[in-house]
């Protein structure tokens, strides 16, 4: 049974930064391609980050230069630093894994940035 588990979200200021983890179990993580999504209410699920096996990463416009994806394969975690968050960035954040033509998801964390 594939399992992704988020950890680290919350309440940060604007300006501030906040680092999400994701330990994944069940899949063979080495070869898998990582990512985080995003989606605030009523909005669509967007991508955030993505990286390879190889661990080349891949950003959107909205956060490229805020954000870094990460992977430890040795320890089956994949991290996002976030910095220079703003109110724009507040929404439930997702990890992603794909492999063999499949997709898994975590159950989310939510990320408010107020003041």
């Known amino acids: 049974q594939v399992r992704l588990v988020e950890h680290g979200g919350g309440l940060v200021q604007p300006g501030g930064s906040l680092t999400l983890s994701c330990a994944a179990s069940?899949?063979?993580?080495?070869?898998?391609?990582m990512g985080w999504y995003r989606q605030a209410p009523g909005n669509q699920r967007e991508l955030v980050a993505t990286?390879?096996?190889?661990?080349?990463?891949n950003y959107p416009l909205s956060v490229k230069g805020r954000f870094t994806i990460s992977r430890n394969n040795a320890e089956n975690t994949v991290q996002l630093q976030m910095n220079n968050l703003n109110s724009a960035d507040t929404a439930v954040y997702y990890c992603?894994?794909?492999?063999?033509?499949?997709?898994?998801w975590g159950q989310g964390t939510q990320v408010t940035v107020s003041s």
């Open positions: 069940g899949i063979n993580f080495p070869y898998a391609r």
């Open positions: 992603n894994g794909e492999i063999a033509g499949r997709t898994y």
């Open positions: 990286i390879t096996f190889g661990g080349t990463p």
